[in-house]
């Protein structure tokens, strides 16, 4: 079984940046950010193969987020900078088996989801 607890969310002002974290126990190959925004769908933000460390990141948040893990600690991270008021959302952690990188941002390929940290920029 793989349990995730996240931290580091926050209120920030538009332009700041804010880093989140998500310790994770048991097995699995890849790990993911996901958010859902008020009235908004699930997105996948950004992800990473665990092993080979290779990254995935939506068009919204190129060049503005970036996921890294720590093998030693078992955590990834999403260093979240010039955020913008459309980035406010619930954010999770996920992990998983995605034996292809096309679904890699897609939720419906993780087993095991975080309990969220909610991210929020103001204006």
């Known amino acids: 079984q793989v349990q995730l607890v996240e931290s580091g969310g926050g209120s920030v002002q538009a332009g700041g940046s804010l880093r989140l974290s998500c310790a994770a126990s048991?097995?699995?190959?890849?790990m993911a950010w996901f958010r859902q925004g008020p009235g908004k769908e699930r997105e996948g933000v950004a992800a990473?193969?665990?092993?080979?460390?290779?990254?995935y990141y939506a068009d919204s948040v190129k060049g503005r987020f970036t996921i890294s893990r720590d093998n030693a600690k078992n955590t990834v991270y999403l260093q979240m900078n010039s955020l913008k008021p459309e980035d406010t959302a619930m954010y999770y952690c996920?992990?998983?088996?995605?034996?292809?990188?096309?679904?890699?941002?897609?939720?419906?390929?993780?087993?095991?989801w975080g309990q969220g940290t909610q991210v929020t920029v103001s204006s």
């Open positions: 048991g097995f699995w190959t890849t």
């Open positions: 996920a992990a998983g088996f995605v034996p292809v990188a096309a679904r890699i941002l897609s939720g419906s390929e993780y087993n095991y």
């Open positions: 990473i193969y665990f092993r080979g460390g290779s990254t």
